[in-house]
């Protein structure tokens, strides 16, 4: 990996001397079967509230988003067989989940021309974090780890956080107005644990470990993809140069990010400050040396 592809050290940046490398998630959704055990898993440890059954009209997906009570979203799309895409017979060698829908006849010869989509979304711990930017209180702040975590005790519901994520993450709840968002279980990182949806996941759909790491094997898994005829495969949220600066979870996708439910082009709304502050003060020396040269004429 070149210099130009890696990520830049936000734990260093934040202060934190000699820190550990920066850790997230790498999600192949190729190989997610929407078990939802990330979801349960997530819940039962960090004691989120469950938020109610609803399947919203959408297939199977009880949650519909990702939200305060909501730390990990199983999301389930539902879709006509794109015709470069494999039949499903054939999915089993590419290490991927294949199904019959109901009602249709047994056996790979009675299979639809419908897939199913299924992708394990959570927060994204950027590198230019935009909640991180506009938090008032510093109740938000980048760990050791190179994530990103809210804490309860410092909150004070303001929401700015909330406008601040260009991906829709992090919410607020109710009852006490408090953010709320994955901290890729930063508890269980101090114990030298993985994050509970990383080890409850049956199929390694959702990978931990070290960042770095983590790009390299999904650069390779895409080239794997790739050359079994899966060309629609592509990764989000890995590059440096995107709107975010890279994710610390990203995910390797067999379609548009929207089909999703994830944004195209992300970009943190703070991204501009610097160059915002920097053409404001500018501006302020360029007012004020006019008014010295004003005030200075007038004495004259």
């Not at 960090?46 to 609803?54: R, S, T």
């Not at 989940?97 to 992708?119: E, I, N, Q, V, Y």
């Not at 994520?165 to 901290?183: E, F, H, N, S």
């Not at 983590?214 to 080239?223: F, G, N, T």
């Amino acid at each position: 990996m070149s210099v130009e592809d890696r990520l830049p050290d936000v734990a260093g940046e934040a202060g934190h001397a000699g820190h550990p490398p920066r850790v997230g998630f790498f999600t192949d959704t190729s190989v997610c079967i929407g078990c939802k055990a990330c979801e349960v898993a997530c819940k039962e440890w960090n004691a989120v509230p469950e938020d109610g059954l609803d399947l919203l009209g959408m297939s199977f997906d009880n949650t519909g988003a990702l939200g305060a009570n909501s730390w990990r979203h199983v999301a389930f799309v539902e879709q006509p067989r794109p015709p470069t895409a494999p039949p499903p017979h054939a999915t089993e060698d590419l290490g991927m989940p294949s199904f019959d829908l109901p009602g249709a006849k047994t056996g790979t010869g009675g299979r639809t021309d419908f897939r199913w989509l299924m992708s394990s979304d959570v927060c994204k711990h950027c590198t230019h974090a935009g909640c991180l930017d506009v938090c008032p209180t510093g109740a938000l702040f980048r760990t050791e780890f190179g994530t990103v975590v809210v804490q309860q005790d410092i909150c004070n519901g303001c929401g700015y956080c909330v406008s601040g994520c260009p991906y829709g993450v992090i919410d607020r709840r109710p009852d006490d107005g408090r953010a709320q968002k994955c901290t890729l279980c930063y508890d269980r990182l101090h114990d030298g644990l993985e994050p509970a949806c990383a080890k409850a996941c049956p199929t390694d759909s959702i990978q931990f470990g070290e960042l770095d790491e983590l790009r390299e094997r999904a650069a390779r898994r895409v080239e794997q993809l790739h050359e079994r005829g899966v060309p629609e495969a592509r990764l989000y949220g890995h590059a440096p140069a995107d709107g975010v600066g890279g994710a610390g979870a990203f995910f390797l996708l067999l379609d548009e990010p929207e089909v999703y439910g994830l944004p195209p082009d992300p970009v943190v709304p703070t991204r501009e400050l610097p160059a915002m502050w920097k053409y404001a003060g500018m501006a302020a020396s360029a007012l004020l040396a006019a008014a010295v040269a004003a005030f200075g004429g007038r004495r004259r």
